[in-house]
């Protein structure tokens, strides 16, 4: 067995690193986009059911919020607006009447739970 000279083991180190220095770089830290995703969810209030389908395009979500009565008369309100998402939080933003609201929220694995409140909705990703 030949020796390990100073010269071999300048090398040996030099590639164990470049090696290093090539795997931390082609490990990306993992980004996180809701952009292009939809999700569901519904709750039941004050006897009526609402069912909820969310889209969230670029910068901005659509809710279309269905509300359903005992009777199974239905009407479909729609809220559109902007959003900030900073994983695992997401913020909406939208207005109605004139009226500026912001709802917060948290993302975890394929749930997003809306805050409200006191009270909170969760939506599961399609």
């Known amino acids: 067995m030949e020796p390990i000279t ?21 490990c990306k830290k993992e980004e996180y986009s809701i952009d292009g995703t939809t999700w569901k969810g519904s709750e039941t209030a004050d006897n009526y059911r609402h069912d909820y389908i969310m889209s969230f395009q670029e910068n901005t979500f659509t809710l279309n919020e269905d509300i359903i009565d005992d009777s199974g008369a239905s009407e479909t309100d729609i809220i559109t607006g902007t959003y900030d998402y900073n994983h695992p939080n997401v913020t909406l933003h939208y207005a109605i009447d004139d009226k500026n609201y912001t709802l917060p929220g948290t993302i975890s694995r394929n749930q997003l739970t809306l805050h409200s409140g006191g009270s909170s909705v969760t939506f599961t990703k399609q």
């Open 6 to 26: 100073f010269n071999k083991l300048n090398r040996i180190i030099l590639v164990v690193l470049l090696g290093f220095i090539t795997l931390q770089t082609s």
